[in-house]
């Protein structure tokens, strides 16, 4: 049986389509307080926010604007966001500035919407390496999960599922921030 709310959606040329949803996180990579981590320079690494959205070219770039502003309504303090070059598009970027989070987006090869206002800060290349970081969730989402293939189906259903696998793999998480 298949899911009638599932879409087919294509993650690269030359793959074939396949019927799925799309999981969204939104995690949080600044220091861990000092009360916490005592001398070590750990970066917590939680999600904060987890969605899930239908199968389309567009949702990343929809559901990363929904977080942000579901995660800091009308802040005046300056975010980041650091993303993958799928994210690098110049309506886009230019929502974030408007909405005064700094982009540090993977450049495409040719024709980046990220400029020499961002590259330009040691800060630039350090979010790059550590927005790998969001892809351990995923790999647990699917390996342990369940993620992989669901066995709900409604994405209301699935939804609540994928929040639940990022929450417990906060869950896991917990143990190596608290042992320092």
Same mark, same amino acid.
């Given at each position: 049986?298949t899911?009638?709310?599932?879409?087919?959606?294509?993650?690269?040329?030359?793959?074939?389509?396949?019927?799925c949803?799309?999981?969204?996180?939104l995690?949080d990579?600044?220091?861990?307080?000092? !009360? &916490?981590?005592?001398?070590?320079?750990?970066? !917590?690494?939680?999600?904060?926010?987890a969605?899930?959205?239908?199968?389309?070219?567009?949702?990343?770039?929809?559901?990363?604007?929904?977080?942000?502003?579901?995660? !800091?309504?009308?802040s005046?303090?300056?975010?980041?966001?650091?993303?993958?070059?799928?994210?690098? !598009?110049?309506?886009? &970027?230019?929502?974030?500035?408007?909405?005064? &989070?700094?982009?540090?987006?993977?450049?495409?090869?040719r024709?980046?919407?990220?400029?020499?206002?961002?590259?330009?800060?040691?800060?630039?290349?350090?979010s790059?390496r550590?927005?790998?970081?969001?892809?351990?969730?995923f790999?647990g989402? $699917?390996?342990?999960?369940?993620?992989?293939?669901?066995?709900?189906?409604?994405?209301?259903?699935?939804?609540?599922?994928?929040?639940?696998?990022?929450?417990?793999?906060?869950?896991?998480?917990?143990p $190596?921030?608290?042992?320092?």
């Amino acid at each position: 049986m298949t899911d009638p709310e599932a879409r087919l959606f294509k993650k690269s040329p030359g793959a074939g389509a396949m019927l799925c949803f799309m999981g969204h996180s939104l995690m949080d990579m600044r220091h861990v307080p000092p !009360s &916490v981590r005592g001398t070590c320079r750990l970066r !917590s690494g939680l999600i904060v926010q987890a969605d899930l959205t239908q199968a389309d070219g567009h949702a990343e770039r929809r559901a990363a604007i929904d977080m942000l502003h579901r995660h !800091s309504p009308g802040s005046t303090r300056r975010l980041t966001l650091a993303a993958d070059r799928g994210y690098d !598009s110049a309506d886009f &970027v230019a929502e974030l500035r408007q909405m005064v &989070v700094t982009p540090h987006i993977a450049q495409k090869s040719r024709h980046s919407a990220i400029d020499g206002r961002t590259t330009r800060h040691p800060g630039y290349v350090q979010s790059l390496r550590r927005r790998k970081k969001i892809e351990e969730p995923f790999g647990g989402a $699917k390996t342990v999960g369940g993620m992989a293939q669901t066995m709900y189906r409604g994405i209301e259903r699935v939804r609540a599922r994928f929040t639940l696998t990022m929450a417990a793999c906060n869950l896991a998480r917990l143990p $190596k921030l608290l042992a320092v």
